[in-house]
């Protein structure tokens, strides 16, 4: 599920952080009534025990001989009827709160992760991968230990606490109008020591998220890491932003043993109290010993709640910071999103045409630097482009642009003619296939990873689009074939194998527009010359835009389009830009085409 709005900033204070996981709570208002429900039956029968108690201790004191024997029995089977009432509720309590503890949990995770999914390049310029793990793991865990735990454990205790005090006020105004006023001392103060493990909460998660960061950035890279020789030097890394979060975690810890301590003590000191006035009372023939264990009883277990009272205020106070961090990544909103009114869908015949508008953008992270300078471009349909320039000149950033990753700053795209911030995200992403230099490939087998570019085709139309990659054989040649699992980022494989699924995984999705940003740069000269084959002829049924980087690839391109410092300064076939002696000869000459 994922709720429809959010606030952008959870305001401070543990109940009204919290609120932020109504939205999930929500729909599941059957479970968490009858949860109530049974929450309720327990403390009455946990009230109802001091009562049966008191009738117990007065019938033997006030009985003799069978009478008393047969009253004793009657007494002790009311007692066990009311243990067996507290056991069933508690049970059916405890099952209800767990299922809701979980459910939520997972609809919890399911929505940050959907929603970070839905985030635009930006948004992980400056957001970690691994912070958004740790909020997915670690902070739901301490959600979901408050909602299928804490939170019934301190509403159990506060129905408990309140009907304690009731019953003791009831039987004895006097004395427990000053066990009240006691107990404003003691939440006064507690209310001050759980602001401070509030925000020692929000630290300790914080720099957790820090660690996995660190963790994640580096594991991706273990190869760079141990070629470098530095295991020694990222392990220290990690060990320091460990042990920040650890000092961290130890002062929010000494905070709330504070706050423990003090709930613990100055609870005692009001049983202690009641007990004295109770004995007092008792002594003076004011009270019987029936009405002294009651009272005792009931003081018992207003002491008792209290003191979970402030474990469990603990485990909200650590909860409602990590509830923060999770509202906070769900408030994010990503700057590109489909039109309310989106222009109908297309499906062009032998590829589509695309029109770049005098585009200037700008990079969020780098404002004070035009990636791309008023760039305009006509593409026909089925026609090859090559675009090359030095690295950093915005071949990239037009790809990017492309897909809607980000928005120009001026100027505007047009596919068949539709502006693209006027499509549907899904319709226009779609009509485009792309091959990245880095060829990414998921945990999976090998079946799995082509057919991600058309999730409903066949294994025989996965088979071909291989076939078309020159990357059948390889596949049947693994252990299983093409069922083999390929490690996470297809770590079994070469980097000319990877780059070959990726570009069966393209060419089975057949879009009308095809993005390669050097599809063969990893591989070898004999399976270039395959791949290449496959790409031109695969080129023939659509639009292809092409990162190149070497020569084989931009002479056979309709036309050279040569970018530098976001500017397109060069456009033509390879033997006329080689005859006009410009930038695109330079490069050429000197092979050089980055």
């Known amino acids: 599920m994922k709720p429809s709005a959010l606030p952008a900033r959870v305001a401070a204070g543990a109940p009204r952080a919290l609120g932020g996981l109504l939205p999930f709570l929500r729909p599941y208002r059957g479970q968490m009534l009858l949860a109530a429900l049974f929450l309720l039956l327990a403390a009455a029968a946990t009230l109802l025990f001091p009562v049966a108690l008191r009738g117990l201790i007065d019938a033997v004191l ?144 914080d720099r957790i998220a820090d660690t996995s960061a660190l963790a994640a950035e580096r594991l991706d890279a273990i190869v760079v890491v141990q070629s470098f020789t530095a295991q020694a030097r990222e392990a220290a890394r990690f060990g320091e932003a460990t042990e920040q979060a650890f000092l961290v975690a130890v002062r929010r810890s000494r905070w709330r043993a504070l706050l423990v301590a003090f709930v613990i003590i100055a609870s005692s000191a009001l049983l202690l109290w009641a007990l004295y006035q109770g004995s007092q009372a008792v002594l003076a023939g004011r009270m019987s010993a029936g009405e002294l264990g009651q009272t005792v009883f009931y003081a018992l277990i207003l002491a008792g709640a209290v003191a979970v009272l402030g474990e469990v205020y603990g485990d909200l106070l650590r909860a ?25 869908a297309q499906s062009p015949a032998g590829g589509s045409r695309v029109a770049l508008q005098a585009l200037t953008f700008h990079y969020p992270s780098r404002p004070g630097q035009a990636a791309l300078q008023q760039v305009t471009l006509e593409v026909e349909p089925g026609e090859t482009i090559a675009l090359v320039g030095a690295s950093g000149a915005g071949k990239s950033t037009l790809f990017q642009l492309l897909l809607r990753g980000y928005d120009p700053d001026q100027g505007r795209i047009l596919l068949d003619g539709q502006p693209i911030d006027r499509l549907a995200l899904d319709e226009l992403r779609q009509r485009i296939g792309i091959v990245p230099q880095d060829a990414v490939l998921f945990s999976g087998t090998a079946l799995d990873n082509i057919r991600y570019g058309r999730p409903e085709a066949s294994d025989a139309e996965v088979k071909a689009a291989a076939r078309a990659a020159f990357a059948h054989d390889f596949i049947e040649a693994l252990p299983q074939g093409y069922d083999s699992f390929l490690g996470e980022r297809g770590v079994r494989l070469s980097g000319g194998q990877r ?96």
Not at 68 to 96: D, I, K, M, T
Not at 523 to 529: F, K, N, T, V
Not at 570 to 594: F, I, K, N, T
């Open 499 to 594: 780059q070959r699924i990726a570009i069966a995984r393209a060419l089975l999705k057949n879009p009308p527009l095809l993005l390669l940003d050097e599809a063969t740069s990893a591989l070898d000269a004999e399976s270039e010359h395959m791949v290449q084959a496959a790409l031109d002829a695969a080129r023939r049924k659509r639009t292809t835009l092409v990162i190149a980087h070497r020569l084989s690839t931009v002479q056979q391109a309709d036309r050279i389009v040569v970018l530098d410092q976001g500017r397109i300064v060069e456009q033509g076939r390879h033997a006329d830009l080689m005859a006009a002696g410009g930038v695109y000869a330079r490069m050429a000459s000197l092979q050089l085409l980055p």
């Open 320 to 344: 409602a910071g990590a509830t923060e961090r999770l509202m906070e990544l769900l408030s994010a909103r990503s700057p590109i999103s489909s039109p309310t009114d989106p222009l109908p």
């Open 62 to 205: 006030s009985s003799s001989g069978s009478a008393r024997s047969q009253q004793l029995g009657e007494r002790f089977g009311l007692l066990f009827l009311v243990a067996v009432g507290l056991g069933l509720f508690s049970a059916a309590r405890f099952y209800l709160v767990s299922w809701l503890g979980e459910r939520v949990t997972a609809d919890l995770r399911q929505a940050v992760y959907a929603h970070v999914l839905e985030q635009s390049p930006e948004f992980f310029e400056t957001t970690p991968s691994g912070e958004v793990l740790s909020r997915l793991t670690t902070d739901t865990t301490l959600v979901q230990t408050v909602v299928g735990s804490s939170l019934s454990m301190g509403l159990r205790n506060a129905v408990m606490g309140i009907g304690a005090l009731v019953m003791l006020v009831w039987t004895h105004p006097q004395v427990m109008l000053q066990v009240g006023l006691l107990i404003l001392l003691v939440v006064l103060p507690a209310t001050g020591f759980g602001r401070r493990v509030r925000q020692l909460s929000r630290a300790s998660q």
